[in-house]
Protein backbone atom coordinates (compact mmCIF):
# COMPACT_ATOMS: atom_id res chain seq x y z
CA UNK A 1 0.00 0.00 0.00
CA UNK A 2 1.26 3.85 -1.29
CA UNK A 3 0.64 6.27 1.50
CA UNK A 4 1.89 10.39 0.92
CA UNK A 5 2.43 12.32 3.96
CA UNK A 6 2.54 15.77 3.56
CA UNK A 7 4.16 18.63 6.13
CA UNK A 8 1.79 22.01 5.90
CA UNK A 9 4.19 23.39 8.58
CA UNK A 10 6.32 26.17 7.11
CA UNK A 11 8.95 25.15 10.17
CA UNK A 12 10.79 22.03 9.55
CA UNK A 13 10.37 21.07 13.33
CA UNK A 14 7.27 21.50 14.38
CA UNK A 15 4.77 20.06 16.44
CA UNK A 16 2.86 18.99 13.18
CA UNK A 17 5.80 17.52 11.46
CA UNK A 18 6.55 15.40 14.89
CA UNK A 19 3.42 13.79 14.75
CA UNK A 20 3.56 13.49 11.10
CA UNK A 21 6.50 11.44 11.08
CA UNK A 22 5.20 9.14 13.68
CA UNK A 23 2.67 8.24 11.28
CA UNK A 24 4.59 7.52 8.66
CA UNK A 25 6.91 4.86 11.09
CA UNK A 26 3.97 3.83 12.07
CA UNK A 27 3.05 2.93 8.24
CA UNK A 28 6.31 1.87 7.22
CA UNK A 29 6.36 -0.67 10.37
CA UNK A 30 3.35 -2.38 8.45
CA UNK A 31 4.93 -2.55 5.15
CA UNK A 32 3.40 0.26 3.39
CA UNK A 33 5.69 2.76 1.53
CA UNK A 34 5.69 6.62 1.94
CA UNK A 35 6.53 9.59 1.07
CA UNK A 36 7.07 12.87 2.74
CA UNK A 37 6.09 15.71 0.61
CA UNK A 38 7.53 19.29 2.78
CA UNK A 39 5.35 22.34 1.38
CA UNK A 40 8.08 25.00 2.84
CA UNK A 41 10.46 23.14 0.52
CA UNK A 42 8.94 23.41 -2.77
CA UNK A 43 9.11 26.59 -4.49
CA UNK A 44 6.49 29.45 -3.78
CA UNK A 45 6.11 30.96 -7.10
CA UNK A 46 5.01 27.46 -8.29
CA UNK A 47 2.48 26.94 -5.74
CA UNK A 48 1.11 30.47 -6.17
CA UNK A 49 1.09 29.10 -9.77
CA UNK A 50 3.55 32.02 -11.46
CA UNK A 51 5.27 29.09 -13.14
CA UNK A 52 5.63 25.73 -13.42
CA UNK A 53 8.10 23.57 -11.35
CA UNK A 54 8.72 19.75 -11.58
CA UNK A 55 9.07 19.33 -8.01
CA UNK A 56 5.14 20.46 -7.22
CA UNK A 57 3.94 18.79 -10.97
CA UNK A 58 5.65 15.24 -8.81
CA UNK A 59 4.20 15.88 -5.38
CA UNK A 60 0.84 16.24 -7.34
CA UNK A 61 1.20 12.93 -9.20
CA UNK A 62 2.22 11.41 -5.90
CA UNK A 63 -0.53 12.18 -4.11
CA UNK A 64 -2.94 11.49 -7.10
CA UNK A 65 -0.58 7.56 -6.75
CA UNK A 66 -1.26 6.98 -3.44
CA UNK A 67 -3.88 5.11 -1.29
CA UNK A 68 -3.66 6.68 1.90
CA UNK A 69 -2.99 10.40 2.13
CA UNK A 70 -1.85 11.99 5.55
CA UNK A 71 -1.39 15.57 6.06
CA UNK A 72 -0.14 17.80 8.88
CA UNK A 73 -0.58 21.33 9.87
CA UNK A 74 -0.11 23.82 12.60
CA UNK A 75 -3.32 25.74 13.38
CA UNK A 76 -3.47 29.21 11.98
CA UNK A 77 -6.09 31.65 12.78
CA UNK A 78 -8.32 28.54 13.36
CA UNK A 79 -7.69 26.54 10.84
CA UNK A 80 -4.65 24.66 8.69
CA UNK A 81 -1.94 26.82 7.01
CA UNK A 82 -2.06 28.66 3.99
CA UNK A 83 0.45 26.66 2.35
CA UNK A 84 -1.01 23.76 3.00
CA UNK A 85 -4.39 25.49 1.39
CA UNK A 86 -2.41 26.53 -1.78
CA UNK A 87 -1.42 22.81 -2.22
CA UNK A 88 -4.65 21.14 -1.90
CA UNK A 89 -6.24 24.03 -4.10
CA UNK A 90 -3.60 22.34 -6.92
CA UNK A 91 -5.27 19.07 -6.55
CA UNK A 92 -7.51 18.10 -9.03
CA UNK A 93 -11.70 17.84 -8.11
CA UNK A 94 -11.99 14.35 -7.11
CA UNK A 95 -8.63 13.05 -6.79
CA UNK A 96 -9.20 11.45 -3.27
CA UNK A 97 -11.93 9.73 -4.33
CA UNK A 98 -11.14 5.88 -3.25
CA UNK A 99 -8.15 7.24 -0.66
CA UNK A 100 -7.97 7.25 2.86
CA UNK A 101 -7.43 10.77 4.23
CA UNK A 102 -5.76 11.16 7.85
CA UNK A 103 -5.62 15.07 8.88
CA UNK A 104 -3.47 15.56 12.08
CA UNK A 105 -3.78 19.39 13.39
CA UNK A 106 -1.84 21.21 15.98
CA UNK A 107 -2.37 24.26 18.30
CA UNK A 108 -1.67 26.59 21.33
CA UNK A 109 -4.31 24.98 23.41
CA UNK A 110 -7.53 22.47 23.52
CA UNK A 111 -9.65 25.52 21.71
CA UNK A 112 -8.47 25.05 18.55
CA UNK A 113 -9.68 21.47 18.33
CA UNK A 114 -12.92 22.22 16.73
CA UNK A 115 -10.58 23.79 13.79
CA UNK A 116 -9.73 19.72 12.53
CA UNK A 117 -13.72 19.00 12.68
CA UNK A 118 -14.87 22.38 10.83
CA UNK A 119 -12.06 22.87 8.13
CA UNK A 120 -9.57 20.34 7.96
CA UNK A 121 -11.60 17.34 7.45
CA UNK A 122 -14.03 19.08 5.16
CA UNK A 123 -10.89 19.97 3.06
CA UNK A 124 -10.14 15.99 2.67
CA UNK A 125 -13.89 15.49 1.68
CA UNK A 126 -14.24 17.94 -0.50
CA UNK A 127 -11.77 16.22 -2.54
CA UNK A 128 -13.13 12.90 -2.49
CA UNK A 129 -11.17 11.31 0.68
CA UNK A 130 -12.50 8.69 3.39
CA UNK A 131 -11.74 10.92 6.53
CA UNK A 132 -10.96 8.84 9.58
CA UNK A 133 -9.99 9.26 12.65
CA UNK A 134 -8.26 13.07 12.37
CA UNK A 135 -5.73 14.02 15.11
CA UNK A 136 -5.04 17.09 17.05
CA UNK A 137 -2.61 17.73 19.14
CA UNK A 138 -1.70 21.08 21.67
CA UNK A 139 0.99 22.64 23.64
CA UNK A 140 0.35 21.32 26.70
CA UNK A 141 0.64 17.89 25.50
CA UNK A 142 4.16 18.43 24.16
CA UNK A 143 6.51 18.77 27.18
CA UNK A 144 9.15 16.65 25.97
CA UNK A 145 7.58 15.43 23.05
CA UNK A 146 4.53 14.69 22.35
CA UNK A 147 2.81 12.74 25.42
CA UNK A 148 1.84 8.98 25.31
CA UNK A 149 -1.69 9.51 25.08
CA UNK A 150 -0.88 11.84 21.59
CA UNK A 151 1.46 8.95 20.21
CA UNK A 152 -1.43 6.15 21.34
CA UNK A 153 -3.97 8.58 19.00
CA UNK A 154 -2.12 8.67 16.07
CA UNK A 155 -1.42 4.88 15.74
CA UNK A 156 -5.14 4.35 16.28
CA UNK A 157 -5.67 6.72 12.98
CA UNK A 158 -3.53 4.92 11.08
CA UNK A 159 -4.84 1.68 12.47
CA UNK A 160 -8.02 2.89 11.43
CA UNK A 161 -7.15 3.93 7.34
CA UNK A 162 -5.27 0.82 7.25
CA UNK A 163 -8.63 -1.21 7.98
CA UNK A 164 -10.39 0.40 5.98
CA UNK A 165 -8.33 0.52 3.23
CA UNK A 166 -8.16 -3.29 3.22
CA UNK A 167 -12.19 -3.68 3.63
CA UNK A 168 -12.63 -1.78 0.57
CA UNK A 169 -9.91 -3.89 -1.35
CA UNK A 170 -11.98 -6.94 -0.24
CA UNK A 171 -15.50 -5.51 -1.01
CA UNK A 172 -13.90 -5.04 -4.92
CA UNK A 173 -12.60 -8.41 -5.32
CA UNK A 174 -14.77 -10.40 -7.21
Not at 3 to 22: M, N, Y
Not at 23 to 39: F, M, P, R
Not at 50 to 69: K, M, P, Y
Not at 87 to 105: R, S, T, Y
Request: with cysteine.
Amino acid sequence: MDAVLISGSPSASSKSRTLLERAQAQLEAVGCSTILIDLATLSADALLGRRTDDQLRSAVETVGRAQVVVASSPTYRATYSGLLKTFFDLLPQDCLVGKIGIPILTGGGPWHRLALDHSFSPLFTSLGATVVNGVYGHDGQFKNGPDAALLERVDRAIDDALAVARASSEAMKP
